[in-house]
């Protein structure tokens, strides 16, 4: 039997107010905790996933590098280079840049409502994906793809498009 997975659950200011599960808390809107991983190379390409077609929301999308919550007890940094492994194959040094709220209904009946910690790192390795997880990838230029994000929006995830532009102030 697969263990259920649960999510931190968070107050505006990122105080811990209890668990739940994570499906759970995505059908109730629950605020949680939750980061975004952007990995650039040498060249500073930044490092897309298109996350898998049967994702619980948001498939077949183009997004940061990896994204995902941390467990009920365990350190921000540390579940960021666990998902960083468990979905791209590879680790790199991180750094937490900044975080953010946000709050988006999917048709699907699924609320995303996360306070989002944004961690930098630096890869130039060739990743490899966890097909369970990730679609494919691709290194694309900074201000390419913001012109792509314009022109398609969707075709990117919605929390990507809406940080983009504060990842874009921070580098």
Not at 13 to 31: P, T, Y
Not at 35 to 64: C, M, P, T
Not at 76 to 93: I, N
Request: proline share 2%.
């Amino acid at each position: 039997m697969v263990a259920k997975e649960l999510v931190v659950l968070v107050d505006e200011n990122d105080n811990e107010i209890g668990v739940e599960e994570k499906i759970n808390a995505h059908r109730k809107g629950l605020l949680h905790r939750a980061f975004s991983i952007f990995v650039f190379n040498s060249k500073n390409e930044l490092l897309l996933q298109k996350r898998a077609a049967d994702k619980y929301h948001s498939g077949g999308l183009w997004s940061n590098t990896c994204c995902s919550h941390p467990r009920p007890g365990e350190n921000l940094k540390d579940a960021a280079h666990r998902r960083l492994q468990e979905e791209m194959g590879f680790d790199c040094s991180l750094r937490e840049v900044f975080s953010f709220l946000y709050k988006k209904s999917f048709d699907n009946g699924l609320t995303e409502h996360e306070l989002d910690h944004v961690f930098f790192g630096k890869f130039d390795g060739i990743p490899k994906i966890n097909n369970q997880e990730v679609d494919d990838y691709k290194l694309i230029n900074f201000s390419d793809l913001r012109k792509d994000v314009k022109n398609n929006p969707s075709q990117y995830s919605f929390w990507f498009r809406l940080v983009l532009g504060k990842v874009a102030e921070k580098l």
